[in-house]
């Protein structure tokens, strides 16, 4: 497919609408992020944005509208708090949930009752929106669980090829997706934090419920959309705790090339990727650099991303958020130590025996995988995501790497899954004896656990249980 570029000058707008109200799909500039747009009131129109995403259909768009009138025409029963919230915070970046009118495809909504609505304050969307004259359903223009676009360079090297146009409008001011709030309940609830922060809302509304509690380093999500890993790049992301001394340590014993996330104040003495999100006290800045950030470590080479923890107050909440959500809930501490699973091609049991390990409470000790034959870069089986998906477990971020003698050297314990994995390991030096073991002696067992590969998915699910068992007993003693 040609993709036909647009600018943001007025003729170009009208062609880039005529084109959407044919049916077709049109990326737009927001303040937030760009928008994958089509005429939410065209099912099959709505159908093609989720093909072009690459996204499960079990996830809601949000319905954009250029004027306030249009409000009544999808959505009923609207709130008075409601017709406060949008009278004030539109046009900007505020997504509200209201029960849906029958208008509305439940392509749109992925079957609820209710949609979400928005009304972008950029000039260039709001001009397009209204050429458009419709209701205009648009995720961002990502491929899904990528970071969202904000600028168009990034739109055209996920969406190239994949729409019918792009809307050239440079660089998005907000930088993160809208707050998106649902109204329909007594309490309205946020359920994704986003440039409109809780603080301002409750000034005006007053009680605001945020959806995602804090259980322990966990959040659960509420908006179906944020129980996927999101906003993630190629390298997998981790929240890495501790003072500068102990992150600096930390990097420095890393085999792999890492990056790491850092503040304009902070020079860190590594040889690691450094890229500022911006200013410590400016969390602005920090929202507009988040997605760009997570991008540049892909293109500099970056295999493993190391992300700051930050506070949770005003805007940094939505860049938490994000952060927390890229990095899959992963967090550790920079002093703890490195457990390596080790299998043959890293993509089924030893990626398994990692997530599984980090879904434990941190005790000092966190998992990475690698595999004796791996072919670094491959993605793990389809089943062995499904099977840990079962268990709240997300892995489909995880890359295959090839054992290395700097990663056996520098990890604290390899547990490899088998004998032969085991004695592979030794027979690059015996010394490394000492940290070696199966996974099945260290947990007081005589198991070795059989490759599931190419297996169904009963295959892969006893495996991950039985690893799991393992795993468990192992560290109980750690
Ligand atoms: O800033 C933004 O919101 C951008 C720009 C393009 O407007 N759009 C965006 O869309 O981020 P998307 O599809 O990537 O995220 C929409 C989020 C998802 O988490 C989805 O689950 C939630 O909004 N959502 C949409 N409709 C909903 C509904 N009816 N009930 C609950 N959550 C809803
Ligand atoms: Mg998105």
């Known amino acids: 497919m040609k993709t036909e570029l647009f600018t943001t000058s007025s003729a170009d707008l009208k062609r880039a609408a005529e084109l959407l109200k044919n049916g077709k ?27 072009a995403k690459g996204r499960p259909s079990d996830n809601p768009l949000i319905v954009h509208i250029a004027d306030f009138s249009q409000v009544e025409e999808i959505a009923e029963d609207i709130p008075e708090k409601a017709k406060l919230l949008m009278k004030r915070f539109w046009p900007g970046p505020l ?36 050429l458009c ?30 729409v019918e146009g792009i809307i050239d409008g440079g660089e998005c001011t907000v930088g993160l997706e809208s707050t998106v709030i649902d109204m329909t309940g007594k309490i309205p609830v946020i359920l994704r934090p986003g440039g409109v922060t809780a603080e301002d809302i409750s000034e005006l509304l007053g009680e605001v419920i ?13 908006a179906p959309g944020m129980k996927y890993t999101h906003y993630a790049p190629n390298a997998p992301v981790r929240i890495l705790r501790g003072t500068i001394g102990e992150i600096e340590e930390f990097l420095r014993k890393r085999p792999a090339l890492c990056g790491v996330l850092t503040f304009d104040e902070f020079k860190l003495d590594t040889d690691a990727i450094q890229i500022s999100l911006g200013k410590k ?11 760009r950030a997570l991008r540049d470590m892909d293109k500099m080479g970056a295999e493993e991303i190391y992300a700051p923890e930050i506070g949770s ?9 994000r952060l927390y959500k890229s990095a899959g809930g992963h967090i550790i501490n920079a ?35 690698a595999g004796i034959f791996a072919e670094t870069g491959n993605k793990p089986s389809e089943n062995a995501i499904i099977a840990l998906k079962e268990k709240g477990i997300d892995i489909k971020n995880h890359l295959a790497r090839r054992l290395t003698p700097e990663m056996i050297e520098s990890a604290d314990l390899i547990l490899p899954l ?13 010394k490394y004896a000492d940290k070696v073991f199966t996974l099945g002696e260290f947990a007081g067992e005589d198991a070795d656990i059989s490759d599931p590969f190419g297996g169904s998915i009963e295959v892969y699910r006893s495996c991950a249980n039985e690893i799991f068992d393992l795993v468990k007993k192992a560290y109980d003693r750690l």
């Open 418 to 430: 088998t004998r032969k994995h085991k004695y592979a390991i030794l027979s690059i030096d015996e």
């Open 281 to 291: 006290d400016n969390p602005n800045d920090c929202a507009r650099n988040l997605f």
């Open 133 to 162: 004259n419709l209701p205009v359903a648009a995720p961002s223009a990502n491929i899904s669980g990528r970071p969202s676009p904000t600028d168009a360079k990034y739109v055209i090297e996920d969406m190239d090829g994949r």
């Open 210 to 222: 945020t959806g995602t509690k804090q259980t322990g380093d966990k959040e659960i999500p509420k």
């Open 335 to 369: 002093s703890d130590k490195e457990i390596i699973f080790v299998c043959t091609g890293n993509t089924c049991r030893s990626p398994m025996a990692e997530g599984l390990f980090n879904s434990l409470p941190d005790k000092g000790f966190f998992a990475a995988s």
């Open 313 to 321: 107050s005003g805007l940094w909440a939505a860049i938490r958020n």
């Open 95 to 130: 997504t509200v949930i209201l029960k849906r009118k029958d208008c509305i495809p439940s392509e749109v909504t992925a079957g609820l009752d209710t949609v979400g609505i928005r009304m972008p304050s950029n000039p260039a969307a709001r001009e397009f929106l209204s």
């Open 25 to 51: 799909r049109v990326v737009f500039p927001t303040e937030t992020v760009y928008g994958l747009g089509a005429n939410a009131l065209d099912k099959d129109a709505v159908k093609s944005i989720f093909t």
